[in-house]
């Protein structure tokens, strides 16, 4: 054991690279053009068929990326990059021993979450998504994962620590808003099968079989990030063989897995302002105040003007973004506006969403994250009220770790961009961007040779960089990690959530 609206086709000219599984093997193919929406599901479909880890590795890698732009190869907003045994950061100790690991993700690649008046003319599919269900019946007939899934079956249960601080016109097809895609669900198998392969197989942290002693799951009760946890299982642990009884020989009923929900209204696995009225007021107040936030504003205002010509309405820069990407990530034409550009004949001038359009507003999104979860005049207490309960239950999860008080090895929280940015922000990470599809964070406590405890944070396969340079999360003494979280632990929640600023808010009853 290891120690350790369609525009016309002649148009459509952004090329993109596809991976096509034929009977020949993999092949790489470059199309000057963008695919019919279908594509992306038809190809993902042969790779479903005939699956490989490395065709499904390179899909999932590829898609979103376009060779005529210049490549970020540590940043892919339609991919976030796994663990894999090759690159991930061991500790320079050899004697050292991992002891506990807390996942947090974001889900997988969703539809938008919200519907424009361009977006009526497009297609989702998400029907075939029950064909990898995680609780469905398989066969080997049938079965066409390269993970052997139906020994699990889930169940969705609400529980309430008692730490918890507030215990008092669509689109074609077949998705809802913010739905998770086939795609996304087998991203979410594949960052699995890739833990697996390093907490099992190399490592030899976790159990070869799944243990429900040895796992907890928490997800916000939200459909996209259950399916994704689920399915994170289904690639660590959907392997299994089903256990036979010893006295007759049946097969013994399949394991247990128990996805830990709580209401919104108490959730605290995003920054939850309904529940605190005050994080809202103060994260109002800051954006209004910060010279970065006014900047952006100012040094925008012509092409905020311009989406909302192309796009037929007013967002965020991350509405915009919610609109655009999805169908990056897809290979999906982007939105196409025609007007009349004033002159006699009868042509109508048409204007269309490109993919410096979507880089832009991807630079704009960052830019507003960074301030607005790290570096903003005082965010620090927003912190406080928005992701002090969750770093608290961290510092939990590691403090029991530690003593022996618990069996958990695995904690896994399944939730949303808005998890991870705020954790970031927590951590003072020296990387803001916008957390891709299927972002992982890993939290690890090891003992050294020497008996002495550290956290390692890994981030999209990488150790976090902080801007201040606080701890090296490659290696951070525990009792100084737990401190930095103690610092946005707050001893009355829910009296300090009911605050408010009388010049600037309404009050609260």
Same mark, same amino acid.
């Given at each position: ?26 092949? =790489? ?37 376009? /060779? ?12 976030? %990059?796994? /663990? ?72 969705? &249960? !609400? ?5 918890? /601080? ?33 907490? &099992?197989?190399? =490592? ?10 040895? !796992? ?45 929900? =709580?209401? &919104?209204? #108490? ?25 970065? #936030? ?12 311009? =989406? ?6 007013? %967002? ?20 196409? %506006? ?33 301030? #607005? ?47 991870? *940015? ?9 990387? #803001? %961007? ?20 550290? !956290? ?6 990488? !150790? ?9 999360? *490659?290696?951070? /003494? ?11 632990? &707050? ?19």
């Amino acid at each position: 054991m290891p120690a350790y609206h369609h525009p016309p086709a002649h148009r459509l000219t952004v090329p993109l690279v596809l991976l096509l599984l034929t009977a020949g093997g993999l092949v =790489l193919t470059s199309i000057r053009s963008y695919p019919t929406p279908q594509t992306i599901n038809d190809t993902l479909q042969k790779v479903l068929d005939r699956p490989t880890q490395t065709s499904l590795n390179d899909l999932f890698d590829t898609i979103g990326s376009h /060779p005529d732009r210049e490549s970020t190869a540590d940043y892919n907003y339609c991919q976030a %990059r796994r /663990p894999d045994t090759e690159t991930y950061p061991y500790p320079k100790d050899k004697d050292a021993k991992l002891v506990n690991s807390q996942l947090f993700v974001r889900h997988g690649d969703r539809t938008p979450i919200t519907v424009l008046p361009l977006d009526l003319d497009l297609t989702w599919e998400c029907a075939n998504l029950s064909a990898f269900s995680f609780t469905g019946p398989a066969t080997d007939q049938d079965e066409k994962s390269p993970f052997r899934y139906a020994n699990v079956v889930t169940h969705q &249960v !609400v529980t309430i620590p008692p730490q918890s /601080p507030w215990t008092h016109q669509m689109w074609h097809g077949s998705c809802i808003t913010g739905q998770l895609t086939p795609l996304g669900a087998w991203q979410h198998r594949v960052l699995g099968a890739a833990l697996r392969d390093l907490y &099992v197989d190399h =490592l030899r942290f976790l159990p070869p079989t799944f243990d429900p002693e040895t !796992v907890y799951i928490r997800s916000t009760d939200v459909w996209r990030t259950k399916q994704s946890a689920e399915n994170l299982m289904a690639g660590l642990y959907g392997n299994q063989k089903t256990a036979k009884s010893s006295d007759d020989d049946t097969v013994a009923p399949p394991p247990v897995l128990q996805i830990h929900t =709580l209401p &919104v209204e #108490m959730d605290y696995l995003t920054m939850n302002g309904g529940a605190c009225p005050r994080m809202n007021q103060l994260r109002s107040q800051i954006e209004k105040a910060s010279p970065v #936030m006014k900047k952006l504003y100012e040094d925008n205002v012509d092409f905020n003007n311009e =989406l909302k010509t192309l796009l037929g309405a007013e %967002r965020t820069w991350s509405g915009y973004m919610d609109t655009i990407m999805p169908r990056v990530c897809h290979g999906k034409p982007l939105q196409c %506006r025609r007007s009349d550009d004033g002159d006699d004949d009868d042509d109508e001038k048409e204007e269309c969403v490109t993919l410096d359009t979507a880089s832009k507003i991807l630079d704009n999104v960052a830019t507003q994250t960074t301030e #607005m979860y790290r570096d903003a005049e005082g965010i620090f207490e927003v912190l406080q009220l928005g992701i002090g309960p969750l770093a608290q239950e961290i510092k939990r999860n590691l403090v029991a770790a530690k003593d022996g008080a618990t069996k958990v090895l695995l904690n896994l929280y399944s939730g949303h961009d808005t998890t991870l *940015s705020p954790l970031l922000g927590m951590l003072d990470s020296a990387d #803001m %961007r916008w957390p891709p599809y299927a972002s992982n964070m890993l939290v690890e406590l090891w003992k050294s040779g020497s008996g002495e405890h550290f !956290v390692r944070v890994i981030y999209n396969h990488k !150790v976090v960089e902080t801007k201040s340079k606080w701890c090296d999360l *490659s290696w951070c /003494p525990l009792d100084k990690f737990t401190a930095h979280l103690d610092r946005f632990y &707050v001893s009355d929640l829910l009296k300090e959530c009911q605050k408010q600023d009388l010049k600037h808010g309404k009050k609260i009853e």
